[in-house]
């Protein structure tokens, strides 16, 4: 890298120009995610119930190894709808995440719509 003078630099990342005083031990966990996990506790289908059942799913415990350790560089077939969004996935308490919702299981799904229309 090669030091520019500001005036001379003017796409500068502002990120660069505003250093934290301190690196965080953990990033902060948004709040509706909090909230989300914290209502999952309390209904029929708990967050509990979701990881489990992603750890028998074989493709969301493949994409969940993917999340962990990085993604392939060549993507494969039946992740590609993960890897389209893989920057938009994380895991909290081991439930995948898509934004501030929980990705369930395919083959769950008819569980926990019956749970949401009754």
């Known amino acids: 890298m090669t030091y520019r003078h500001g005036c001379a630099n003017a796409n500068?990342?502002?990120?660069?120009?505003?250093?934290?005083?301190?690196?965080?031990?953990?990033?902060?966990?948004?709040?509706?995610?909090?909230?989300?996990?914290?209502?999952?506790?309390?209904?029929?289908?708990?967050?509990?119930?979701?990881?489990?059942?992603?750890?028998?799913?074989?493709?969301l415990s493949k994409v969940f190894k993917y999340i962990m350790n990085g993604w392939p560089h060549l993507p494969q077939n039946d992740t590609e709808p993960f890897t389209n969004?893989?920057?938009?996935?994380?895991?909290?308490?081991?439930?995948?995440?898509w934004g501030n919702r929980a990705v369930v299981p395919t083959q769950d799904y008819s569980q926990v719509l019956q749970e949401l229309h009754s």
């Open 12 to 59: 500068a990342d502002a990120l660069s120009r505003l250093p934290l005083p301190d690196i965080p031990a953990v990033t902060p966990m948004p709040m509706e995610t909090i909230n989300l996990m914290s209502m999952l506790s309390q209904t029929p289908v708990s967050a509990k119930n979701i990881r489990v059942w992603t750890q028998k799913d074989t493709l």
């Open 85 to 97: 969004r893989k920057h938009e996935l994380s895991i909290h308490n081991g439930v995948i995440l």
